[in-house]
């Protein structure tokens, strides 16, 4: 099938990369233009070829994509993306095959499932509020939320699970051995930074995994050591169990025996907006002098605030004064008196604007 359309050059050049990664060809005459001008051309339907070559681009995108999600806690399977791939429209297939980034391919399978229209990878998956995403990180003072010397379980044996709590906003984590208080944690959070120190340990070389509770234990380490009796610590940001099915918050891994203690020195949750708040800032009383125009200044707002809006005053009741005109800077006045002064005041509406 072939259809006509005006084909300038960055149209082109698209359309020979989707030619390419569907396997079609454009003929050679085609691409013998001036790049200057915009030409008619007959031309292959980019959207014809991918579904035609459907099967041959899913494999691929899996191929490239699929183990990287896995690895980014994407909450997508290899299968899952598959399926999610078959099922496309061929606009958002066509999106998905030239996204360029695992950022990119992201977007475009936010995109496909709400129906927005994709932009070549440059959607983002993320809004306002994303719970595992759009997320501020606030520090505490740091404080233990676990101490196996003293709760949790107990040492840690070799090659063993435990899974502990992060944030116990209506309790304490005394039975983890650690802060009789929440540790300043006022919500479930998306993921704390923690201090995690291992000791007392029987053998080595070994190491430490810690991964949000109810998934599968990652191939990364955050904290190796070499030999019986090291003494190690070791900051990291580490991503909590969020959603239904949540009893513990992490999990964490020895491959040998240690005794462990956690410190909590922040954590990262969704941003909480914070309720409009506005002010009326007025300025000093101005003079208006007998027959002339003063303009009066809207004063400054005080920092972390924005002028929304304005307010004249001064004018009513006089006859021979009155406003000519409010504009970004102040309040206009013009006194018609050839014997009399009137005061006059400009007032800024300043808001501070929502969020934390």
Known sequence: MFITISVPRIAR?????????????????????DDAAPMLRAVPSALLSIDHNRATIVDRIVAEWGDALVKA??????????????????????????????????GVLASSLTGSVPTGGKVSAKTLGDATDDLVYTPVVPCRIV?????????????QTRNWLAANPAGNFAAQGGS????????????????????????????????????????????????????????????????????????????QQTEMVLDVLGYFAAPVATAVDCIAVASASTPVAVSSDTLVALPACTTGYTRTGSQCAGAANIPSGYLVETNATGCLYR???????????ATATCCRIPGR
């Not at 050049?13 to 005459?29: C, F, H, I, N, Y």
């Not at 010397?149 to 840690?156: C, I, P």
């Not at 080595?204 to 070499?226: D, Y």
């Open 73 to 106: 806690n994407a909450g997508i399977g290899v299968e899952q993306l598959r399926a999610t791939l078959q099922a496309m429209r061929a606009d958002y297939l066509l999106a998905a095959s030239v996204a360029g980034s695992l950022e990119g391919l992201r």
């Open 335 to 345: 006194n018609l008196s050839s014997v009399a002064t009137f005061n006059a005041t």
């Open 180 to 255: 009789a208080s929440n540790c300043g944690i006022p919500v479930k959070p998306a993921g704390v930074l923690v201090n995690i120190t291992v000791f007392s340990n029987l053998a080595g070389p070994a190491f430490m995994v810690a991964w949000p509770f109810n998934q599968a234990r990652p191939n990364a380490a955050l904290v190796n050591w070499v030999g019986a009796g090291s003494q190690l610590a070791n900051a990291v940001a580490v991503p909590l169990c969020v959603g239904g099915g949540c009893t513990s918050d992490f999990s964490i891994f020895s491959s």
């Open 13 to 33: 050049r698209w359309l020979v990369a989707t030619a390419a990664l569907a396997g079609a060809s454009l003929a050679a005459p085609a691409l013998a233009v």
């Open 147 to 159: 101490d196996t010397r003293a709760g949790a379980g107990g040492t840690v044996l070799a090659g």
